[in-house]
């Protein structure tokens, strides 16, 4: 394909619009006036000529002189009011070389919908205008290495025609992707383009030094950091947001995460990154982890997704493609059917296959749900209408059974071989929709049923069919035989749509009825069918013999039936729902994220207390169009995770996600997740492009990332460079992306201890714990630690992987009091602003245990010379019986002239003495000139005799003063 690009290119965007997508990565910035951030690449009211901003007019049309500042990095979005327009569009963003077409320093240049984007041997420079006002900010690499290369990777599909005043320049090839070879020793800088933006990496070769990146721009006024870690880029037309870092390692095929921020200076900066293997290779900032097509030349549809702990991905599905990808030795590489179920699993790092088969026989076949176990093996359910189905010797049911039959398939680690496999139905339409197994590798699988011979087993808690029922089936780990198979249902109809497993095996199913007579249990949440139809959450004990709690979930119902569960996941706390709902009445809580019904349906969230007599949270979710929860899974602190498909161009999303504005076509995939409470939005993006998108299955690894599969039908479908397939391939396509999810902006912070006592004269340490509004920590924040009263000092600590920072002070030489107040500097300027989370505490010092059978004297008239160059004389005694009681007395005079004091004891209130009876503090209150009470401590050394030339003493005042410890002029310290 050759496409025609003028040169010069005008055009006038309005404000009112909505703003545009991102892509994964570090994003070049759109442009928008305000305060209100954006997490998108958008323009506001922008007129651009690209050939009148070349890369080194930083000034012109209205820009300010260059002065040095940070770059227009990759990955900015801009801050802003209003709503702004899509900047960029979907096409595809690729480099054209520079042949003559433009300034002769530019050695690429890529052009997006009101933007430009010029590269150079020594910078990159964005160009871009409102109104009449123009405006080009120069990227520089301070300090890079003059030696670096600047290399193409990755040709792009077509060529480029270009036509200037000076001639044509045809048939241009074109690029994904640029590099600049060791910027700084072992260190690449990755500019990618997608979707119509820019995205940046940095790709460290082991051993490099990360401290070396540091990037600067002209055509800028500033930097700062705004409370989730995004950079704000201050610009004569308004401020650009680059959001927050993201950084990882892979090691033996795993990703692990490395905290990652900025590091402002002046107007340049870098990245601050906490400990990580120096041997390896290290990549910081990229935004989606990973996203491929996963198909064939026909229709292919991801179902069901799940994790292991190395990070591999499991997919299946249903695909028609005679060509869908396998790989050597799998199970079964040809397509059987007019369509077949597969399972694929990816590494961790999604750019490759680690297995791929087609499972299924001469008909119809899908795979619904995919569950794995500890040892890799993968567990899958769905529906089969072929009579040769690949079963396995010895398994529970070897042949067909109605026309329509679930089966439940077990695969090995490798993908090579059916450990077991057996058909599940009875004479009529059986479907298996959800699939979890147990520690002992036991299979608990949920569908549909008509009932008609469907298996179940004897003190099951329904065995009799009742015209379209749920049904609930636990395999043995063989696949040999049922451990138990129960229907649920009433007399009208069910479906059950997914299962989930509680830590004592006990099984969580919901789905959807139409039947008021649906067992429920007694003080269960909802036992009434409130509607047309209802979801329902149901909890089986672990014999399958018994409903633990069974509910209704819904409201009245909308126009026609349309309320159904379609995901669950348990933990500790309870069981979490997703699903779709019109009922405008739809059982919400109060103070929960969304209490309205938005559109013509809306997905919702649901947490049902452990007892099933209540919610714990249930919210709405969606726009005003129509919206659907397809899948849930929840994290270790209780984050809620939910996928689905919407076509509402106002589904909530948060700032600084990966895509905040719709896509196109006919739905978008989402990814969102609650706080938890349910009462706010974690993260929420859009995920797709202009045709039709879904999400449709949920996974978590035990790092809190999602991976998600669904369908795409859009060519320009979300992926990133070096993905196992970054092309669609059919009419319909199956996708799989993995969103590694950072820690929000810190939301909340507290002090450990909040209350504390100690003696006088230790150190005393507290600990600020740094959290998002999910409950996670948040890493690689600066707390700021003041303390005032009897102590006034103050420092600061960045919170570590815990979101931990710690700080500690010496506690005063007398008793007292402090108060201790500590915040977290998000943007790092060093004041507390509004909106950075703070937190106090208090410390309480006080006397020290008194030693017993411990005296101290000072005799022969005590004589020194104090600090202050005065003349003083002391003298006094302190002893302490066996019981730690104290008893003396104590004198002290400052004879001037620098401060003229006389000290006389009113009462003893403390004495301490070392073991070896060199040491010995004396606390007490005492009058000064005669007058008022005041504390006083005495530092007293016996260090031989006769004492004076020897022995040393010192007398601390509450009111200041301090003699020093001095050496004896004259008199006696003995200490017993």
Not at 75 to 101: C, H, R, W
Not at 223 to 243: E, K, Q, Y
Not at 625 to 637: F, K, L, M, P, Q
């Amino acid at each position: 394909m050759s496409v025609g690009i003028a040169c010069a290119r005008e055009g006038s965007i309005g404000w009112d619009g909505v703003p545009g997508s991102r892509g994964g990565g570090r994003h070049w910035p759109g442009f928008i006036v305000g305060l209100v951030v954006l997490a998108l690449l958008a323009v506001a009211s922008v007129v651009v000529t690209p050939t009148a901003l070349t890369p080194t007019a930083a000034g012109v049309a209205g820009g300010r002189e260059a002065v040095p500042a940070g770059p227009a990095p990759a990955g900015l979005s801009p801050a802003g009011s209003g709503q702004a327009l899509d900047a960029y569009g979907k096409l595809p963003l690729s480099f054209v070389p520079n042949a003559g077409q433009t300034d002769q320093s530019v050695r690429y240049y890529a052009q997006g919908s009101g933007f430009s984007f010029f590269f150079t041997q020594d910078k990159a420079v964005l160009s871009f205008a409102k109104g009449e006002r123009g405006q080009a900010l120069e990227l520089h690499f301070l300090g890079s290495s003059p030696a670096a290369s600047l290399e193409t990777g990755n040709s792009a599909p077509g060529t480029v025609n270009y036509l200037t005043a000076g001639g044509s320049h045809t048939n241009l090839p074109t690029y994904q992707q640029l590099t600049y070879r060791e910027l700084w020793p072992g260190i690449d800088m990755v500019f990618a383009g997608r979707d119509g933006s820019l995205k940046y990496e940095f790709h460290l070769a082991p051993g490099a030094d990360p401290s070396n990146i540091r990037l600067g721009y002209s055509g800028a006024n500033g930097l700062s950091l705004s409370p989730d870690g995004a950079m704000l880029i201050d610009t004569p037309l308004g401020a650009l947001r680059d959001s927050s870092p993201t950084s990882y390692q892979t090691i033996d095929g795993n990703q692990a995460a490395v905290e990652s921020r900025y590091a402002l200076e002046g107007h340049s900066y870098g990245f601050a990154l906490g400990s990580y293997d120096r041997s390896q290779a290290l990549v910081i900032d990229p935004a989606l982890a990973y996203s491929t097509f996963l198909g064939g030349t026909a229709d292919d549809r991801g179902l069901g997704v799940a994790v292991d702990t190395a990070g591999n991905a499991y997919v299946t599905g249903v695909t028609t493609s005679t060509d869908f990808p396998t790989t050597a030795g799998a199970f079964d590489t040809a397509a059987n059917g007019g369509a077949d179920v597969f399972v694929t699993k990816l590494n961790p790092t999604g750019t490759a296959l680690v297995y791929s088969t087609y499972l299924g026989g001469t008909s119809t076949d899908n795979g619904q749900a995919i569950a794995v176990d500890a040892m890799g093996n993968a567990y899958v359910t769905g529906q089969t209408t072929s009579s040769n189905f690949p079963t396995t010797p010895g398994a529970f049911d070897t042949a067909a059974n109605g026309g329509v039959d679930a089966y439940v398939t077990k695969l090995n680690a490798t993908g090579t071989g059916l450990v077991y496999s057996t058909y599940l139905g009875g004479g009529a339409s059986d479907t298996g929709f959800g699939i979890a197994v147990d520690v002992a590798g036991s299979a608990h699988v949920t569908g549909t049923t008509p009932g008609f011979g469907f298996p179940t087993t004897l003190g099951a808690f329904d065995t009799s069919p009742s015209g379209g029922d749920a049904f609930v089936t636990k395999l043995n780990p063989t696949g040999a035989g049922l451990v138990y198979s129960t229907f649920v249902g009433g007399t009208s109809g069910e479906e059950a749509h997914a299962v989930a497993l509680d830590v004592t095996g006990s099984a969580y199913v919901t789905g959807q009825t139409i039947s008021s007579d649906f067992p429920t249990t007694a003080g269960a949440s909802d036992t009434t069918l409130d509607g047309l139809d209802d979801a329902f959450v149901s909890k089986l004990d672990t014999t399958g013999s018994a409903l633990i709690y069974s509910t209704y979930l819904g409201g009245s119902g909308g126009a026609g039936a349309l309320e159904a569960g379609f995901g669950i996941a348990v933990d500790v706390s309870g069981a979490y729902v997703t699903g779709m709902t019109n009922s405008s009445d739809f059982p919400t809580t109060a103070g929960a994220f969304d209490t309205t019904l938005g559109g013509v349906e809306d997905g919702f969230v649901t947490k049902v207390n452990l007892a099933g007599s209540g919610l714990s949270y249930s919210t709405f979710l969606g726009g005003a169009s129509s919206d659907r929860g397809e899948g849930i899974a929840v994290d270790t602190t209780g984050g809620a995770f939910v996928t689905g498909r919407t076509n509402s161009v106002g589904f909530p999303t948060t700032t600084g996600t990966f895509q905040t504005t719709y896509g196109g076509g006919a739905n978008d995939a989402f990814l969102s997740k609650l706080n938890t409470t349910g009462t706010a939005l974690a993260d929420s993006t859009f995920l797709g492009s202009a045709a039709d998108d879904r999400g449709l299955g949920i996974a978590l690894d035990t790092a809190g990332s999602a991976y998600i599969t669904g369908q795409t039908a859009s060519l320009n479908f979300p992926t990133t460079p070096g993905a196992f397939d970054t092309t669609q391939n059919g009419s319909d396509d199956a996708f799989v992306a993995k969103f590694s999810f950072g820690p929000g902006a810190p939301a909340t912070l507290t002090l450990a201890p909040a209350a504390d006592t100690n003696d006088v004269g230790t150190q005393h340490c507290v600990t600020a714990t740094v959290e998002d509004a999910s409950g996670n920590p948040t890493p690689g924040i600066t707390v700021r630690f003041s303390v005032t009263g009897s102590v006034n000092t103050s420092g600061s600590d960045t919170t570590d992987v815990n979101g931990e920072a710690d700080f500690c002070y010496q506690g005063p030489e007398l008793p007292g009091a402090d108060a201790i107040s500590a915040f977290a500097d998000t943007d790092s300027d060093t004041a507390q602003d509004p909106g950075e989370p703070f937190a106090a505490a208090s410390k309480v010092w006080t006397l020290p245990v008194t030693t017993p059978l411990c005296e101290a004297n000072i005799t022969k008239g005590g004589r020194i010379t104090a600090a202050n160059g005065d003349k003083a004389t002391f003298g006094g005694n302190a002893q302490s019986n066996a019981a730690g009681n104290v008893k003396g007395q104590e004198q002290y005079q400052d004879h001037g002239p620098s401060q003229p004091l006389k000290v006389k004891s009113i009462k003893i209130l403390a004495l301490t003495c070392n073991p070896q009876r060199t040491q010995a503090t004396i606390f007490g209150r005492a009058t000064l000139n005669g007058q008022g009470s005041h504390l006083f401590r005495i530092d007293v050394q016996d260090l031989g005799e006769p004492g004076v030339g020897i022995d040393k003493y010192r007398i601390l005042l509450g009111t200041g003063y301090d003699s020093g410890s001095q050496t004896l002029l004259g008199g006696n310290i003995q200490i017993h």
